[in-house]
Nanobody, 122 residues
Framework: QVQLEESGGGLVQAGGSLRLSCAAS????????MGWFRQAPGKEREFVTA????????SYADSVKGRFTISRDNAKNTVYLQMNSLKPDDTAVYYC???????????????WGQGTQVTVSS
């Protein structure tokens, strides 16, 4: 059974930075893509970014491109999301997920974490 646990969320002022981590249990972490999604109150879950199994390819939503960076450390079974220049619109619960490919489509992901809250104050 695969378990994903996010950490690093919190309250930050606009323009600030946070780094989220997602630690995965189970085998074969390095064989899967990983993604980050977010869901704001009253809104549907949306794609943020994803990375392929080796870390050589990434994809970003236009809303975060140039501000967020995804990375992974396969030796530590961990994927990271560095978030810079945060805006109030980035406020949401952030989820990491394991996928068969680094897709924007949530249906490609089979395991999800419980989420971590990110709140950006203006």
């Amino acid at each position: 059974q695969v378990q994903l646990e996010e950490s690093g969320g919190g309250l930050v002022q606009a323009g600030g930075s946070l780094r989220l981590s997602c630690a995965a249990s189970g085998r074969a972490f390095s064989s899967y893509a990983m993604g980050w999604f977010r869901q704001a109150p009253g809104k549907e879950r949306e794609f943020v970014t994803a990375i392929n199994y080796s870390g050589s390819s990434t994809s970003y939503a236009d809303s975060v491109k140039g501000r967020f960076t995804i990375s992974r450390d396969n030796a530590k079974n961990t994927v990271y999301l560095q978030m810079n220049s945060l805006k109030p619109d980035d406020t949401a619960v952030y989820y990491c997920a394991r996928g068969s490919t680094y897709s924007f489509y949530s249906g490609k992901y089979d395991y999800w974490g419980q989420g971590t809250q990110v709140t950006v104050s203006s």
